[in-house]
Each structure stands twice: as structure tokens, then as C-alpha cells.
């Protein structure tokens, strides 16, 4: 990309992935010249003129970027954003704008779903392989023990990561930093966040969990798809709690703690 960007003197590059006409009312989508330049930026347009979508990631020419910047700082009618502002004033302006045509695995994470399913991208090692050595994943890792598999755990197809410990039955599943599940529980199609706890007996299927959220004895979080219009991954914010026996429905997005026994599809 870097070397595109030098070799055609652009002001901006700007990394692009083709995508469906149907996915493309969700990015900033570019339309290019007969001399391979951008000629045209929306964002997040109602009727996409082209299938290819910026991808976030930019390489400016320094000078040129200081320069919309601090007008871009003075326009008290700016919305301070770069697919909004920078790259159309840019465009306007007359600069050269080359597209960066990336082939590689790239997922954009704006919606609930797009999250789960990048997760779940990486237990097949089709898409994306963790274990490529020649190019290596650079994260920071909390310092934990290693994770912990008691003696009548199951694990399958699943990421368990530092600081875990398992007494029951987690598959097709990705754990974050220090997550335990309890004796009997069941996790299923899940990603858990770094802490959180899914007690004795809970059922947590197809959701997404957390930090520090504690599912109770009992509990249940998701269910499988059921092919109806309104299931989807079920979802339950950072630090609060899922009361024993508590019941959280399909789809469900939950930032406040549930009592015990009590159902939640909001």
C-alpha cells in the first residue's frame, strides 16, 4: 500500500474492499477514474454507485494532511470526521486520491452480528490463521496463569485463552482472559469478554458476554437460530449480572443487570 501510495504520487491513499451493493449503505464507498484515481467519495450513501468500500485505513501525504486538518479545525460546520470531511474536501480540491485494492481477510465490526461472526471467523483457519508464523498477531496480553480444564470440562472447536477456567462444557466458542464456567454450565457459539463468569448450571448460546458480566446458576442467555426474521446473537453489556434462573431471549441487548428468575428480550 505504501509503495502504491509513493509510486502514484497521491496526496491520500485509501484501502478499499469490494463488498455487496447491499452491504455498501454501511461504509464509505469510492468510485474511480478511467486513470485509476478516486474520482468520487460518499459516505454511508442510501444508493451505492460502486461495490468498493473504504476500509478505515488511510496513508496521507504529511504536508497535505496538515493542511486540511487545521482548515478542517476552523470550519465551525465540520462533523470532524475523515469519510465526511477530509476526503471530500480533499476530492473537492482537486488531489490525487488512490485506492488501495486489499484482497486479504478484513471485517468490518459495526454491527452485533459482524462482531460475532469475525469471532467465530477465527476458529475456522480458512480466513484468518492465528498460528501464521511468517505474520504474527501483535495484542496485549494480560500476564495470567495458563488456563485451567477441570476434570469433568469439555472443550471443542473453541479459543481459551490465559487465565480461563472450565468446568463444564464450552464449544465452537471464543474466551477471553480469565472467563470461568461453572460445573454443568453450557457455552455454545459465544464469545465471552475478559472476566466474565458463567456459573453452575447456566446455558449461554449464540451471545456475546461482557467484561466482568457474571451469568448466574440457571441462567440462560440465547438460544440457536430458529430461522425466524427477528433471531439474532443475543448481547449483554459490561459489568452487570444475569440473575440465577434468569431468562435473556434471542436478539436481546441488555445493559443493566436482570433479576433473578426474570425473562428480558428488550
Not at 180 to 185: C, L, Q, S
Request: one cysteine or more; hydrophobic letters at 40%; charged letters at 20%.
Amino acid at each position: 500500500m505504501l509503495r502504491q501510495h509513493v509510486v502514484n504520487n497521491a496526496a491520500c491513499t485509501i484501502a478499499v474492499k469490494q463488498v455487496s451493493l447491499e452491504e455498501a449503505t454501511r461504509f464509505g464507498i469510492l468510485s474511480c477514474g478511467e486513470d485509476g484515481y478516486i474520482n468520487e467519495f460518499e459516505e454511508k450513501p442510501k444508493k451505492p454507485k460502486s461495490d468498493l468500500a473504504s476500509m478505515g485505513i488511510y496513508i496521507f501525504n504529511w504536508q497535505k494532511l496538515r493542511e486540511y486538518l487545521i482548515a478542517d479545525e476552523n470550519d465551525p460546520n465540520s462533523s470532524k470526521d475523515f469519510g465526511k470531511n477530509i476526503i471530500p474536501n480533499m476530492l473537492a480540491a482537486g488531489e490525487k486520491l488512490w485506492p488501495y485494492k486489499f484482497d486479504g481477510y478484513w471485517r468490518d465490526v459495526g454491527t452485533i452480528v459482524s462482531l460475532w461472526d469475525a469471532n467465530m471467523d477465527m476458529l475456522g483457519n480458512t480466513l484468518m490463521d492465528l498460528f501464521d508464523a511468517s505474520w504474527p498477531i501483535r495484542s496485549k496480553s494480560p500476564i495470567k496463569p495458563p488456563h485451567y480444564a477441570g476434570p469433568d470440562s469439555r472443550i471443542q472447536h473453541s479459543i481459551v485463552t490465559e487465565g480461563c477456567e472450565i468446568y463444564g462444557e464450552v464449544s465452537n466458542s471464543v474466551l477471553s482472559s480469565a472467563v470461568t464456567i461453572g460445573r454443568g454450565a453450557q457455552v455454545f457459539y459465544s464469545i465471552l469478554m475478559p472476566g466474565a463468569r458463567v456459573e453452575d448450571g447456566a446455558v449461554v448460546r449464540y451471545s456475546i458476554i461482557g467484561e466482568n458480566t457474571v451469568v448466574r446458576a440457571g441462567a440462560r442467555v440465547g438460544t440457536d437460530p430458529d430461522g425466524s426474521a427477528d433471531w439474532n446473537v443475543a448481547t449483554c453489556g459490561p459489568n452487570i449480572e444475569v440473575g440465577a434462573g434468569a431468562v435473556v431471549k434471542a436478539g436481546a441487548m441488555i445493559y443493566d443487570s436482570v433479576p433473578a428468575g426474570e425473562g428480558s428480550d428488550a
